[in-house]
């Protein structure tokens, strides 16, 4: 059996990560899979996010063995696995050998509004934990091997959902599928566990919604962390897919 395209995602909380994994699910050649170094990330940080204890328990907390497994067999042998990643969980001691051997995507998002939409799940914040400067390091990081990997602004995809997918189907040399613009409302199976904490908006979506105006309140504390990370977003931003 031939092997399988994986696709790799790679973006900070609070983006459109979880409703772009909905829409390559939808495809009827793919499966996904969520936040597979999640587990690991909380077992090896000590970071105390909601659901944590049950993340542990029902994840795997070997980066090894998570990395044998996203470099093995698609689940149900698919042809295509579109593997959703937080860049924030790729801690400085794994190893990044295997990372070259997948097609990979970086999806970024205005840290503003990334940061706005954090702390309402999760008090605490600091500037790595949305991931910016680690994507990046890894956008650069590929770049030297070779391939650069596209990026996707958020701001824009949402702007132009189907553009964007043809374009990232076109790079990636698979059909673009009509399913990827709207899925059935609900939970999925393949969602992790940590779903009920994070991911009640996109368990109501049927597709992808354009973004509208809002007033944006910071902290001082909250501001401080969409400042740090402003020129990572810069700089990524810069590099951005643009479609017509």
Request: charged share 25%; aromatic share 8%; proline share 7%.
């Amino acid at each position: 059996m031939s092997e399988p395209l994986r696709i790799a995602m790679w973006s900070g909380p609070r983006n459109i990560s979880t409703a772009m994994m909905r829409a390559w699910e939808n495809r009827e050649d793919c499966a996904v899979s969520d936040e597979p170094l999640y587990a690991h990330y909380l077992a090896d940080t000590g970071l105390d996010h909601p659901g944590r204890d049950e993340v542990i328990a029902d994840g795997e907390t070997d980066w090894r063995k998570v990395v044998d497994a996203l470099t093995g067999p698609a689940p149900g042998d698919a042809p295509v696995w579109y593997q959703k990643h937080m860049t924030h969980h790729l801690l400085p001691h794994i190893d990044h050998g295997w990372i070259g051997g997948l097609r990979n995507v970086l999806l970024i998002r205005d840290p503003r509004e990334v940061v706005a939409s954090y702390v309402k799940s999760r008090a605490e914040i600091a500037a790595d934990d949305i991931g910016l400067r680690q994507q990046v390091e890894l956008y650069e990081e590929l770049a030297a091997g070779g391939e650069a990997p596209p990026v996707i602004d958020s701001g824009d995809f949402l702007r132009a959902p189907e553009a964007h997918l043809r374009g990232l189907c076109d790079w990636l040399g698979i059909d673009f599928s009509e399913r990827m613009l709207r899925w059935p409302k609900g939970p999925r199976r393949s969602d992790g566990i940590w779903a009920p904490h994070w991911y009640a908006h996109v368990r109501e979506s049927t597709g992808f919604e354009a973004p509208g105006p809002r007033a944006i309140e910071l902290s001082e504390a909250a501001q401080a962390v969409v400042d740090a990370c402003q020129p990572h977003y810069a700089r990524l931003h810069a590099l951005r897919l643009r479609v017509a």
